[in-house]
């Protein structure tokens, strides 16, 4: 019987991480067929667009997980302040490590941000809006679920799960911005958060727990650089 759970429960994950990895295709997909130029396309049809099929993507994991995800809201009402305490903490470790690392690795590269950062900067100058909604709803929520909940239905093991989590996570946020051995530096900052989630992942079974805690730290890192875009720049 459990066996039978866990193929079901791994099958599931394996599906979600597929169409996470291949979304963005129809994205464009979509338009192509439909004859449509997306680099024609004005700022505000793309940033509509985006958020439309970005929300249908978050739909798709819904669907998916449903039954989990019911179970897991129930379980955040009744512990969510337990919940918080207890893990607030290693929030706060995760983001000292992000901190500090980031600081040394400025030091020994003389650059100011990661590739990631740098394209998340770019995206708030070009739409806040749309790096608002990217930052703090959609990637909170999605990568919780591929990260986190797809990667435990794959790997019950904690301590295995804890570290391919943290470091797929951190690699793929900064391959897309790669430029050199260097680079490979920023795994630090980023699979930082990457392990913490994990590891409240193994210790609650409930993703919404690190979703929020990532949905707060994404919010107040994308609010700060967007309040110094608007008010300071």
């Known amino acids: 019987m459990k066996n039978n759970k866990y193929i079901v429960n791994a099958c599931i994950g394996i599906i979600a991480i597929f169409i996470y990895f291949t979304f963005s295709y129809l994205q464009l997909g979509l338009l192509e067929l439909l004859h449509i130029d997306y680099q024609a396309m004005s700022l505000s049809l793309k940033v509509l667009y985006l958020i439309i099929t970005d929300s249908i993507e978050i739909a798709i994991f819904i669907l998916l997980f449903r039954k989990k995800l019911k179970e897991d809201i129930q379980d ?51 739409s806040p809006i749309y790096a608002y909604f990217s930052s703090v709803i959609f990637a909170p929520f999605v990568e919780e679920i591929i990260f986190r909940r797809s990667i435990r239905n794959i790997i019950p093991i904690d301590s295995i799960f804890i570290i391919v989590s943290g470091l797929v996570f951190g690699s793929l946020h900064i391959i897309t911005g790669y430029s050199g051995p260097l680079d490979l530096l920023y795994l630090i900052p980023y699979c930082a958060p990457g392990l913490i989630f994990a590891y409240i992942l193994t210790k609650t079974d409930n993703v919404l727990v690190s979703a929020s805690i990532h949905l707060m730290h994404n919010g107040i890192m994308v609010s700060l650089q967007i309040f110094a875009y608007l008010f300071l720049m």
């Open 76 to 126: 955040l009402k009744k512990n969510h302040e337990s919940y918080f305490k207890t893990y607030f903490k290693y929030w706060l470790l995760a983001l000292g490590i992000m901190m500090v690392s980031n600081l040394i690795i400025m030091l020994i590269t003389e650059n100011e941000t990661s590739g990631n950062e740098e394209a998340v900067r770019n995206l708030i100058t070009k």
